[in-house]
Every structure is written in C-alpha cells, then in structure tokens.
Nanobody, 123 residues
Framework: QVQLQESGPGLVKPSQTLSLTCTVS??????????WSWIRQVTGKGLEWMGA???????YYDPSLKSRTSISRDTSKNQFTLQLSSVTPEDTAVYYCARDRVVRIDSFTRGAWGQGTRVTVSS
C-alpha cells in the first residue's frame, strides 16, 4: 500500500520560495500510469490542484500557478518536490501530495494522499 508524507518548513516569509518534499513508500514514483500531484487547501476554501509529475517525469501545472510553480523528482530517493516562488500570505494553506491515475486530482475520495502539511506565509 503506497504511503505519502509531506515535509518542509511550516513558515515562509513573503517573496521567498516555498519548498516541500513528498516522500513515497510502498510504491515507486516511476511505476507506469501514475501521476504525482501537489494540491493545497486554503482555510475555508476547496482543494486547489497545483500541478503534477508523471511516472516518466513529465510535468503539468495549473495555468493560474504555472509561472510560480516547479515540480521535480529524485527517483533515487523516491521523492518529488514542490517549489512555489514569490509567495504571499495568500499562499498560506495546507499542502498535500497525492497519487492517482489521472493528471488532475482534486478530491480526497480518489487516489492516495499524504496527511498534509500546513504552511504559513508571514513575516
């Protein structure tokens, strides 16, 4: 059974780059036909899919965040990472990593999810 775990700083200053890592166990990030996503949820709002990386390393981003988002992976560590640049307090949210057979995942009812990590953007 695949398990995902987010890690990274809980506090980031405005204008800096937010960097999070998702460590995967119980399955390889190179297994065919899976996509590995980053999703966030601002308090009181719905899930927002940010982007994904495929099992072959192709990346996909939501257009609204594409200019600030980068997703990469380290296959030797079975990890994938999120970098979000030029953050503002509006980027304060719980950030999740997830796996599914579709590129865009925006529901807890499908796929496998990490527990989420809260990131606050504040000076």
């Amino acid at each position: 059974q695949v398990q995902l775990q987010e890690s990274g700083p809980g506090l980031v200053k405005p204008s800096q780059t937010l960097s999070l890592t998702c460590t995967v166990s119980g399955g390889s990030i190179t297994t065919s036909h899976f996509y590995w996503s980053w999703i966030r949820q601002v308090t009181g709002k719905g899930l927002e899919w940010m982007g994904a990386i495929s099992s072959t390393g192709n990346t996909y981003y939501d257009p609204s965040l594409k200019s600030r988002t980068s997703i990469s992976r380290d296959t030797s560590k079975n990890q994938f990472t999120l970098q979000l640049s030029s953050v503002t307090p509006e980027d304060t949210a719980v950030y999740y990593c997830a796996r599914d057979r579709v590129v865009r995942i925006d529901s807890f009812t499908r796929g496998a999810w990490g527990q989420g990590t809260r990131v606050t953007v504040s000076s």
